[in-house]
């Protein structure tokens, strides 16, 4: 990573906060960053407002830098239970929003064990949508 991405990177990993950059500053580079410190079971991270294409991409690149915990894709595909011993096992969780949300209203997520939720592309995100309606859910039950 560049110096000012570096920086940038410290500046978030130690601060909750949300980091906003123009096109062509390396902010794929930067999410890629946290993905890799997070792709480990002791922590929780939920990722939202991914594509197909993004997490595939985005796995794929952790690949080769050797992580091996990847990121897990949460679909409807798989059922209640399991969902909730994939939340237990940590890690980080490429989730559809639409999934998290019953799974946050019927406790099957750990909230406790939230580490972070990052949300790509959140510059697509309106407050009246489900992804602002996560965040309020996490923060009233953390």
């Known amino acids: 990573?560049?110096?000012y991405e570096n920086q940038i990177f410290?500046?978030?990993?130690?601060?909750?906060?949300l980091l906003i950059m123009s096109r062509?500053?390396?902010v794929s580079r930067l999410f890629l960053h946290f993905l890799k410190v997070y792709c480990d079971p002791a922590s929780l991270v939920l990722v939202l407002n991914t594509t197909p294409a993004d997490?595939?991409?985005?796995?794929?690149q952790l690949e080769k830098q050797g992580i091996t915990n990847p990121p897990k894709v949460i679909t409807n595909e798989i059922n209640a239970a399991e969902r909730q011993t994939t939340y237990v096992q940590g890690g980080?969780?490429?989730?559809?929003?639409?999934?998290?949300?019953?799974?946050l209203l019927t406790d099957r997520v750990p909230v406790g064990h939230v580490t972070g939720i990052l949300v790509y592309r959140a510059h697509k995100i309106i407050e009246s949508c489900q992804e602002a309606f996560i965040?309020?859910?996490?923060s009233t039950k953390k």
């Open 10 to 17: 410290l500046d978030m990993f130690h601060d909750d906060g």
């Open 1 to 3: 990573m560049l110096d």
């Open 92 to 103: 980080v969780l490429f989730i559809t929003s639409r999934i998290l949300v019953v799974d």
């Open 135 to 138: 965040l309020a859910l996490v």
């Open 24 to 26: 062509g500053l390396g």
């Open 55 to 60: 997490e595939a991409y985005l796995t794929e």
